[in-house]
């Protein structure tokens, strides 16, 4: 046992020492909900009519899909995914279009 005193003396190890305080953070008002919120009302309502703009030019093409007699399956159906393949590409240009005029 006086070994491991011996060891824990020697000039090479160095001992465990009180731990460091931390850094103390200083509270502001920059940050909070509210103000994250009202920013994003406030560039929602702003750009409105753009978005509503953009928005309505990018869905036009869907007046393009005729409507189909319901007796013909096959017609339904491959008129069915063509839509959703529209709508799917309509909305990832919407969505980049509303998130560019945000930032």
Do not use: K
């Amino acid at each position: 046992m006086h070994e491991q005193a011996g060891i824990c003396h020697d000039v090479r190890m160095q001992t465990p020492s009180a731990p460091l305080p931390a850094p103390s953070l200083e509270a502001t008002n920059a940050f909070s909900v509210g103000t994250v919120l009202s920013r994003g009302f406030s560039v929602w309502t702003s750009n409105l009519p753009l978005f509503l703009g953009v928005s309505l030019v990018c869905y036009l093409p869907l007046l393009l899909i005729p409507a189909t007699d319901p007796s013909n399956l096959g017609r339904v159906a491959a008129i069915f995914l063509i839509t959703v393949f529209v709508l799917s590409v309509i909305g990832t240009i919407v969505s980049a279009a509303v998130i560019r005029g945000v930032f």
